[in-house]
């Protein structure tokens, strides 16, 4: 599809600021199609934008506001989870708008709504066509995306018939720019440790489009059994790589193929053939998948950069689809190979 470069978006960012915000300016100050209207931020308002995203210093003049504008075309909510509802609720926004939300606020089915707005889940590689009709997108967490990537092929067929096993590890700008006990650099450097094990709240949202193809797979008393889910805190700043493995009678030569068909169509994610490692998604907006058989068993490697297709990435990718543009529009961005 070319770039439709005459289509000029208007948009908007709350929570400008933090990580997600900040990739969010650095792919929107880049693309063909996009004037950024305003970026909000009241702990920063009227300083320059470069003086927190000191990298986009010679890049924009921007500065934050404190005001929030509603003449725009599309709305970014790059807020905590919990906030981007709290902000809706106190600040009508015209229907008009399209809202792409990047907390979680609204991507389970029985809370996707607020007043008239309505919410789809934005998982282009699920749901491309709702997104292209929709006005309001939640946008996917970060171990979410990592993980449906790594398993709708199976669940297209039908083929997640015993438990799935998962271990993943994230990068230290997955816990968010507010300091932690956990995210000091003393504790994360040459660390290493489990968090959340088998209750990590991204689970609804991998079940929820596990059922939605493969409809025997319905949560259990415990949550999501069929799923053991094992997050790790990794002492690297981005990107996270998931191991996933499972019972299945495909052979290697059915896995690849299945894989490979499933994603054929998609600009973002790519099976294959070869060992994959971190360096070859961090920094763009691509999710890279590896399938290898091991006597009964599937193993499954997933690997992506968790602030852009994790979030800020897959959300541009959402607008796009939302605005009728070329998928890939300001997204066409460099591996940091080395």
């Not at 708008?97 to 389970?108: N, P």
């Not at 709240?201 to 493969?214: A, P, W």
């Not at 690297?236 to 894989?259: K, M, P």
Request: overall charge negative; some cysteine; proline content about 3%.
């Amino acid at each position: 599809m070319t770039e439709q470069t005459s289509v000029n978006i208007r948009a908007g960012i709350i929570g400008g600021a933090g990580y997600t915000g900040g990739e969010m300016l650095r792919i929107l100050i880049n693309h063909p199609n996009v004037e950024i209207a305003f970026v909000h931020s009241n702990s920063n308002a009227d300083n320059y934008v470069y003086e927190v995203h000191t990298d986009l210093f010679g890049d924009t003049d921007l500065k934050f506001a404190s005001e929030l504008l509603t003449d725009i075309d599309v709305l970014f909510l790059c807020v905590g989870h919990g906030d981007a509802r709290k902000f809706l609720e106190a600040n009508p926004i015209p229907d008009t708008v399209k809202i792409i939300d990047l907390s979680q606020d609204f991507r389970l089915k029985p809370k996707a709504t607020i007043g008239s707005k309505n919410f789809v889940y934005g998982l282009p590689e699920l749901n491309r066509d709702a997104i292209r009709k929709a006005q309001n997108i939640a946008n996917p967490g970060c171990f979410a995306t990592c993980l449906q990537l790594g398993l709708l092929p199976l669940a297209s067929k039908g083929l997640i018939t015993s438990e799935v096993n998962i271990t993943a590890t994230t990068g230290s700008t997955g816990a968010g720019q507010s300091l932690s006990t956990t995210s000091h650099f003393s504790w994360r450097n040459d660390n290493l440790s489990v968090y959340k094990a088998f209750d990590h709240q991204h689970l609804n949202e991998i079940g929820q489009s596990l059922d939605q193809l493969q409809s025997e797979f319905t949560p259990t008393s415990n949550g999501w059994g069929a799923l053991n889910f094992i997050p790790y805190r990794g002492d690297f700043t981005r990107g996270i790589i998931a191991s996933i493995y499972t019972d299945s009678n495909l052979t290697q030569e059915e896995a690849l193929a299945l894989y490979t068909d499933y994603y054929k169509d998609q600009e973002f994610t790519h099976v294959a053939d070869r060992n994959i490692d971190l360096k070859q998604v961090v920094n763009t907006n691509k999710c890279f998948i590896q399938v290898k058989k091991h006597g009964n068993k599937l193993l499954i490697i997933s690997i992506i950069d968790n602030l852009l297709k994790g979030a800020s990435g897959q959300a541009v990718q959402n607008m796009n689809l939302l605005f009728g543009l070329d998928e890939r529009a300001g997204l066409r961005l460099k591996a940091i190979g080395f």
